[in-house]
Structures are given as C-alpha cells and as structure tokens.
C-alpha cells in the first residue's frame, strides 16, 4: 500500500514555568490518501481513469497529546536561539476506510474500513529562536507512534513530522 501526500493540521496551547519547563496540550489532525496497491504484479492506483480496477482510501489519524519540553537555556544571554527536549503522552485514533472498484462497480468483498483508538506517545528535538523574551519561533522534528496495530494494516500508527511554530505569551496579570 503505497500513499499520496495530503495534510495535517494542528494547534497547542501551553505554559512555561519555572524558566526551562513547558507543559503543553496537543491537537493533531493528518490525512494520508492512498495512491495504489500493488498485489504481486497487479498494481491498482487510486484514483484511476483505468475501465478494469481502480480504488478509493485513505488512513486517517487524530491525535490529543500532554507534552512536557525542558529548554536548554544559554548562559550567554544574549544568545537568541535554545534547544530543547520533549516527550509526550496521549491518545490516538485512527482509521483505514478502502473499497476497490471493477468497471465501477464496488466490490463489496474488497472493501474494507477499520478504527482504532490507543494509547501513543512522542519524542521531541527542536530548537526555538526568541525574538524577545515573549514571542518565539520554534522549530523541531516528533517521532509518535501507537501502542495498538491496525488490523487491517498490521502496523502501528508512526507519525514522523517537522512543525514550525510560533509561540507568543499571553500578559494574564
């Protein structure tokens, strides 16, 4: 099973206390479609102009994390740019929604939709530039994955993303 390239979006909202330590709520929402299967040396691509087999699918994947970050701050404080480290832990759903087609005609015994819901958990590397001491840009690679595999798929969910983000402070006194 091979996918197409769709999109993610996301959003969080966090707190920093103590300086170097950052809790932060995660919402993370991908859609992944499929493009084709390859059966031995059938190959069905999705979507399709062919009159004989064609599919539709996707894999989709939501996700709420609780993720906790320690900032490497620099000694030197005149630098702009800190490190930082990060773990999470949450829930994941995801879902595998595929039907296959012959003449356009869906083939009830080829079709095939599954959900699961697990727990999952993420590492986290970044690095964020300050811009001054309440607004910064952040950038960091996560690596999560589920504790229950798909059964249709015989995988675990694996997300591997690189996220750019801007983080401002709220003045709440």
């Known amino acids: 099973l091979n996918y197409g390239i769709m999109g993610a979006i996301g959003g969080q909202l966090g707190y920093r206390f103590c ?4 809790l932060e709520g995660q919402y993370f929402y991908n859609n992944n479609p499929y493009k084709s ?19 539709e699918g996707s894999t989709d994947s939501g996700l709420v994390m609780l993720n906790g970050f320690y900032d490497f701050l620099p000694t030197d404080f005149r630098s702009n740019i800190v490190p930082y ?24 015994a080829a ?6 819901t697990s727990p999952a958990g ?19 690679v996560r690596y999560l994955t589920s504790s229950a595999k798909s059964k249709f798929l015989d995988s675990r969910l694996q997300v591997y993303s690189l ?10 006194a």
């Open 37 to 55: 299967l390859e059966l031995g040396n059938v190959t069905i691509f999705a979507p399709s102009t062919s009159p004989d087999f064609r599919m």
């Open 163 to 172: 996220n750019l983000s801007f983080n401002g402070a709220f003045n709440l």
């Open 85 to 108: 480290l990060g773990v999470g832990i949450g829930y994941a759903y995801f879902s595998n929604n595929l039907t296959i087609y012959y003449n356009d005609v869906n083939l009830y």
């Open 111 to 116: 079709h095939v939709k599954e959900a699961t």
């Open 19 to 22: 300086g170097k330590y950052r």
């Open 122 to 140: 993420q590492g986290i590397v970044g690095m964020s530039y300050f811009l001054d001491d309440f607004a910064s840009f952040s950038l960091d």
